[in-house]
């Protein structure tokens, strides 16, 4: 006579409100499923900046700001890990993931890439990955291991390599600089509250959330914004491609990716944007990059080598 053996695997809880941390459930390399998500995620990223271009050449940026929301939420409607329920006690994290997240770098990107061109935008991401890392340290109270600080120190020569290129350039703003900056802070800052929400509820459930509260918030200057607009159906498309792509489906897969390996690996998709970035930017809307630029890129990238390092 034979015997059913039951094996019960233990359900991850849901996060107390008052908990912070932002460990991934994977602190060894990264597998197959985890470099999927990193490379898909860089991909649509690397291209956003060059879709946000196409749209401000008719519309103003508070309507893609907007839409790109509005878009991003109607398409994760159709998803039905989209609908899980969320508990109150998640809202004040949630809220913040909005602000800082969703609503902050959908306002700062069009405004800057008014006075910056794509391919800068998308280098001045790389330093998000350095500024998650720095978050983190301090919320943890852990200290990097030594290789960590090195890549540190590295990315941030990078970046300021970076600025320092088109602070002096004829085509760059320093106030468009500043705008992608305020972009990336706060996407470091949700990154760091991301994972134990993704781990308890989906990617797709809390990213849902968080655009539909940021179509509602930035509605009136949406609307408003249309009133500055032309349309036309090349800008009107690249609007579309944002926000279904580059909102709805890439903050649901790094949300996802957030929860799997953490904040600061994670993050290392920042790294990745500005090549897919650059390319597009000088292959399709004619952009300059100059030397110093290559070279900020290059360190940046090796400090993100050394920064990858899983935990010992």
């Not at 985890?34 to 860089?42: E, G, H, V």
């Amino acid at each position: 006579m034979s015997r059913t053996v039951l094996v019960t695997v233990p359900r991850m809880s849901a996060p107390a409100s008052s908990r912070f941390t932002s460990q991934g459930v994977n602190q060894g390399n990264f597998n197959q499923a985890d470099w999927a998500l990193l490379l898909t995620i860089s991909l649509i990223w690397g291209s956003s900046f060059l879709w946000i271009a196409v749209g401000l050449d008719t519309f103003h940026p508070a309507s893609i700001a907007f839409f790109r929301m509005v878009f991003g939420a109607l398409v994760l409607g159709f998803v039905p890990a989209a609908r899980r329920p969320m508990p109150r006690s998640t809202w004040p994290a949630l809220l913040v993931i909005t602000l800082a997240g969703n609503s902050a770098p959908a306002i700062f990107f069009p405004l800057a890439q008014q006075r910056v061109e794509s391919s800068v935008a998308g280098m001045l991401n790389s330093v998000g990955p350095i500024l998650v890392l720095l978050m983190s340290v301090a919320m943890l109270r852990k200290a990097p291991e030594r290789n960590q600080i090195v890549g540190l120190g590295i990315g941030l020569c990078g970046a300021i390599a970076i600025a320092a290129a088109n602070l002096t350039g004829a085509d760059a703003e320093p106030l468009g600089l500043l705008f992608v900056l305020c972009a990336v802070v706060g996407y470091s800052i949700s990154n760091n509250l991301l994972p134990p929400l993704a781990q308890a509820y989906g990617g797709a459930a809390v990213m849902a959330r968080a655009m539909v509260i940021s179509s509602v918030l930035l509605a009136p200057w949406g609307l408003w914004g249309l009133t500055r607009s032309t349309f036309e159906w090349r800008p009107a498309l690249a609007i579309v491609l944002l926000g279904v792509f580059g909102t709805g489906i890439a903050r649901s897969l790094f949300a996802t990716l957030n929860g799997r390996v953490g904040a600061p690996r994670s993050s290392l998709v920042g790294y990745l944007v500005p090549i897919v970035a650059i390319v597009l930017g000088v292959l399709i809307r004619h952009e300059s990059v100059g030397a110093l630029e290559l070279i900020g890129t290059a360190l940046i990238l090796c400090g993100a080598a050394l920064i990858s390092r899983g935990s010992r």
